[in-house]
């Protein structure tokens, strides 16, 4: 009776050394993402293969990391690649400390930016570009918006998959997208 009433529960996320190292010190730029949200997403970018370690941080923008024996690993929403960013854990928190590389690799600035503007986050969401870059959208404060993090992730890992053997700079005239 009560679930009619008030909705289903969210699944709850999974925590990891890393999300915890970093929300001990920027906690707006780790998300809570429901596991099964994880899940799917991740099934979303196959075609990529990701590392099968298991997410340990979902960024506020939708990017993923991974704990690896190559070190960090992001899957970046925005380039629509996997990349090591950093050597383990520890030199990601330390590396996170600059501020340069905590904007490169989570956001932050657009996260602020994004707070000034009244935008924040409801469970299961993160933020993303009114027009994805890979489309032509540009990066500024009036185009950061918010959306669900599996649409986010769903749309993105389509769009890259369509467009990765195209040439830079070739012109985009037509975008299909699958529910």
Known sequence: MFKGLFGRRTP????????????????????????????HALSAWGWLDPPSTGVALVGPFGDMFFETPDGVVTLDMMEGALRVVAQDRE??????????????????????AAARRGLSLDPRECFDWTLPPVLGGQCSVETVTKTLFVVKADLAAQLHQQVKDLPPGAPITGVTLDD
Not at 91 to 112: H, K, T
């Open 91 to 112: 030199a990601f928190v330390q590396a996170i400390g600059d501020n340069e590389y905590r904007d490169m690799l989570l956001g932050d600035v657009w996260v602020q």
């Open 12 to 39: 709850p996320s999974q925590t990891t050394p890393l999300s915890e190292a970093v929300r001990g010190l920027y906690p707006s730029l780790v998300l809570d993402i429901p596991t099964p949200d994880v899940t």
